[in-house]
């Protein structure tokens, strides 16, 4: 396996704007202020006081809401590429009625921004307060590490009677750029800000009705690798005590065609070193010298050379092994057992592709070639085009790529953490999800990436579901939060859903209209002995 390829690697012509177009969160709205609009007003009784000041905001549609609570410091100026530092609070009651802005990042989901004042979260709870705390949900959005917001919460709120808590992180070169000039552990300011902000959760929940000691992470793509980061983070230990990863394993493993700089629950993550090496060919091909300079330079300047984050003088835009936050990838401490004790729901959609579409059978051979190489022929064998059905191109590369990148992956990596903490493993085995707006719907997409999101953070207005959609829905939601409130997704209104063993090798198959049943058939379907062969850490 070439071990780097997609640190550095040069996305071919067809796959750039694939890059942009792959989500998950939804993009937040512009405040207000940034609109020339005054914020919203407040609520009669939402007002609470935080460790940083008293906060109040909106009440309506069942639920209460504190949008754009500063968690941290603005990483301006000397703050920068250093890690999060705790806000100078407020002495007048902060209106926290809109979301802050996104943190700094190119259009794709959303108009793009450039605010650096980003280190804010937004607190989700039930309308009417109860006596008991109730469980904590906080997301981690996903987008690459480079794209994206929170979404709403609302609906899990509303729904599941949880507390919901989305965070802005720091995102692309802003979150990860290592340098030298930086010194020692140096990248992952967006992992670090995650965990400040699951430390101002532990203290100031409380106030808002949770419980900190039932505080489950969850996230989809991006969101799924940073809850195995956190699992894998020495420095998040006791920070949470449960997590859901969505779709955490979707980097291509081999091959030309890259779309992220490695980053996902299996990759080979860039040492320190070698991103202090790309640090240094960012900052020449902006002309600094130091740390001083790139410092002194305008967010649009930075993300205009950070481009679509691949390429040899984009810096680093994804997790870095900096000694600190991360001794290692997390796969490697997940194959080694170096994890947090907590609990884990993990899956992944059957469908996974986050590369260019074959459309013909001369470009499934030519695809098959470019991104397997010597491993093609095999693959041809164990993928033979005869075998799908039209659009038999579409669907056999989907397949191959969905295989050997995520479905695979994701089940050895349930292997693997079963040995050392309770885990719950699934994929989503839904073809007729609403089809997101990076999909071609006049294609078989199937069970597409993040195809969960619909139903766990719908939007409004969305695509009226069928009856075995919306049953589908009230089952994930059920499952999403009952897990967060017990630590198991066997609740009322769901299928039962055994613990992955190594003796009982359980992955519960996610399937509309109230059919989800367990499987053990994962690995001989989806060639799984033949793909493992060539996932990291395997030997």
Same mark, same amino acid.
């Given at each position: 396996?070439?071990?780097?390829?997609?640190?550095?690697?040069?996305?071919?012509?067809? =796959?750039?704007?694939?890059?942009?177009? &792959? /989500?998950?969160?939804?993009?937040? /709205?512009?405040?207000?202020?940034?609109?020339?609009?005054?914020?919203?007003?407040?609520?009669? !009784?939402?007002?609470?006081?935080?460790?940083?000041?008293?906060?109040?905001?909106?009440?309506?549609?069942?639920?209460?809401? @504190?949008? !754009?609570?500063?968690?941290?410091?603005?990483?301006?100026?000397?703050?920068? @590429?250093?890690?999060?530092?705790?806000?100078?609070?407020?002495?007048?009651?902060?209106?926290?009625?809109?979301?802050?802005?996104?943190?700094?990042?190119?259009?794709?989901?959303?108009?793009?921004?450039?605010?650096?004042?980003?280190?804010?979260?937004?607190?989700?709870?039930?309308?009417? /307060?109860?006596?008991?705390?109730?469980?904590?949900?906080? #997301?981690?959005?996903?987008?690459?590490?480079?794209?994206? +917001?929170?979404?709403?919460?609302?609906?899990?709120?509303? #729904?599941?009677?949880?507390?919901?808590?989305?965070?802005?992180?720091?995102?692309?070169?802003?979150?990860?750029?290592?340098?030298?000039?930086?010194?020692?552990? $140096?990248?992952?300011?967006?992992?670090?800000?995650?965990?400040?902000?699951?430390?101002?959760?532990?203290?100031?929940? +409380?106030?808002?009705?949770?419980? /900190?000691?039932?505080?489950?992470?969850? !996230?989809?793509?991006?969101?799924?690798?940073?809850?195995?980061?956190?699992?894998? $983070?020495?420095?998040?230990?006791?920070? %949470?005590?449960?997590?859901?990863?969505?779709?955490?394993?979707?980097?291509?493993?081999?091959?030309?065609?890259?779309?992220?700089?490695?980053?996902?629950?299996?990759?080979?993550?860039? $040492?320190?070193?070698?991103?202090?090496?790309?640090?240094?060919?960012?900052?020449?091909?902006?002309?600094?010298?130091?740390?001083?300079?790139?410092?002194?330079?305008?967010?649009?300047?930075?993300?205009?050379?950070?481009?679509? !984050?691949?390429? =040899?003088?984009?810096?680093?835009?994804?997790?870095?092994?900096?000694?600190?936050?991360?001794?290692?990838?997390?796969?490697?401490?997940?194959?080694?057992?170096?994890?947090?004790? &907590?609990?884990?729901?993990?899956?992944?959609?059957?469908?996974?592709?986050?590369?260019?579409? +074959?459309?013909?059978?001369?470009?499934?051979?030519?695809?098959?070639?470019?991104?397997?190489?010597?491993?093609?022929?095999?693959?041809?064998?164990?993928?033979?085009?005869?075998?799908?059905? #039209?659009?038999?191109?579409?669907?056999?590369?989907?397949?191959?790529?969905?295989?050997?990148?995520?479905?695979?992956?994701?089940?050895?990596?349930?292997?693997?953490?079963?040995?050392?903490?309770?885990? *719950?493993?699934?994929?989503?085995?839904?073809?007729?999800?609403?089809?997101?707006?990076?999909?071609?719907?006049?294609?078989?997409?199937?069970?597409?990436?993040?195809?969960?999101?619909? %139903?766990?953070?719908?939007?409004?207005?969305?695509?009226?579901?069928?009856?075995?959609?919306? =049953?589908?829905?009230?089952?994930?939601?059920?499952? @999403?939060?009952? *897990?967060?409130?017990?630590?198991?997704?066997?609740?009322?209104?769901?299928?039962?859903?055994?613990?992955?063993?190594?003796?009982?090798? +359980?992955?519960?198959?996610?399937?509309?209209?109230?059919?989800?049943? &367990?499987?053990?058939?994962?690995?001989?379907?989806?060639?799984?002995? %033949?793909?493992?062969?060539?996932?990291?850490?395997?030997?």
């Amino acid at each position: 396996m070439r071990r780097r390829r997609g640190f550095f690697a040069v996305a071919p012509a067809g =796959a750039a704007a694939l890059a942009l177009a &792959v /989500p998950i969160g939804v993009s937040a /709205p512009l405040p207000a202020a940034a609109r020339g609009a005054k914020a919203p007003a407040c609520a009669d !009784g939402t007002t609470v006081q935080t460790d940083g000041g008293a906060v109040c905001g909106t009440a309506g549609d069942g639920v209460r809401a @504190w949008r !754009g609570i500063p968690y941290a410091a603005a990483p301006l100026g000397d703050l920068r @590429w250093a890690p999060p530092a705790p806000h100078a609070g407020w002495t007048s009651t902060l209106r926290a009625t809109e979301p802050g802005s996104p943190c700094p990042q190119p259009p794709g989901l959303g108009p793009g921004s450039a605010d650096e004042d980003c280190l804010k979260l937004d607190v989700v709870a039930p309308g009417k /307060p109860g006596g008991k705390p109730l469980p904590v949900m906080v #997301e981690l959005h996903g987008g690459g590490f480079r794209l994206g +917001a929170p979404s709403d919460g609302t609906h899990l709120v509303k #729904e599941g009677g949880v507390i919901n808590v989305g965070v802005h992180y720091r995102l692309g070169i802003f979150g990860f750029m290592a340098h030298e000039g930086l010194g020692a552990h $140096s990248g992952n300011y967006a992992l670090r800000d995650q965990q400040a902000a699951l430390r101002w959760v532990r203290r100031n929940i +409380a106030r808002f009705g949770g419980d /900190p000691g039932n505080v489950t992470i969850y !996230g989809a793509s991006a969101g799924g690798s940073s809850v195995c980061a956190n699992t894998a $983070s020495p420095a998040a230990k006791g920070l %949470f005590q449960k997590g859901i990863a969505q779709s955490g394993e979707y980097n291509s493993l081999r091959g030309v065609d890259v779309q992220w700089q490695a980053q996902d629950c299996k990759a080979v993550l860039p $040492s320190e070193r070698e991103a202090q090496r790309a640090g240094a060919r960012f900052a020449d091909a902006l002309g600094c010298s130091d740390i001083a300079c790139l410092r002194a330079l305008p967010v649009a300047k930075l993300l205009e050379q950070a481009g679509e !984050g691949i390429g =040899a003088d984009v810096g680093t835009q994804g997790p870095v092994v900096d000694g600190e936050i991360l001794p290692m990838s997390p796969g490697q401490a997940l194959a080694e057992g170096k994890v947090n004790d &907590v609990t884990l729901m993990h899956g992944v959609d059957r469908d996974e592709v986050q590369l260019p579409s +074959a459309e013909t059978p001369a470009q499934y051979r030519e695809f098959v070639r470019r991104q397997y190489g010597p491993l093609a022929d095999r693959v041809f064998e164990l993928y033979p085009l005869e075998r799908f059905p #039209e659009p038999s191109a579409f669907i056999a590369y989907r397949t191959i790529v969905a295989d050997s990148n995520s479905v695979c992956p994701a089940l050895l990596n349930d292997e693997r953490l079963a040995r050392h903490i309770t885990v *719950f493993a699934y994929q989503t085995d839904n073809p007729d999800a609403p089809p997101m707006f990076f999909l071609d719907p006049t294609k078989p997409n199937g069970s597409y990436h993040v195809s969960e999101t619909p %139903f766990l953070a719908p939007m409004p207005g969305g695509a009226e579901l069928t009856p075995n959609q919306e =049953a589908f829905g009230r089952q994930l939601t059920a499952q @999403w939060t009952g *897990f967060a409130r017990t630590g198991n997704p066997t609740v009322d209104g769901t299928p039962y859903w055994p613990r992955f063993t190594r003796r009982d090798p +359980a992955v519960l198959s996610l399937i509309p209209a109230g059919d989800s049943q &367990v499987t053990h058939e994962i690995a001989q379907q989806h060639h799984c002995r %033949f793909w493992n062969r060539y996932t990291p850490f395997a030997h």
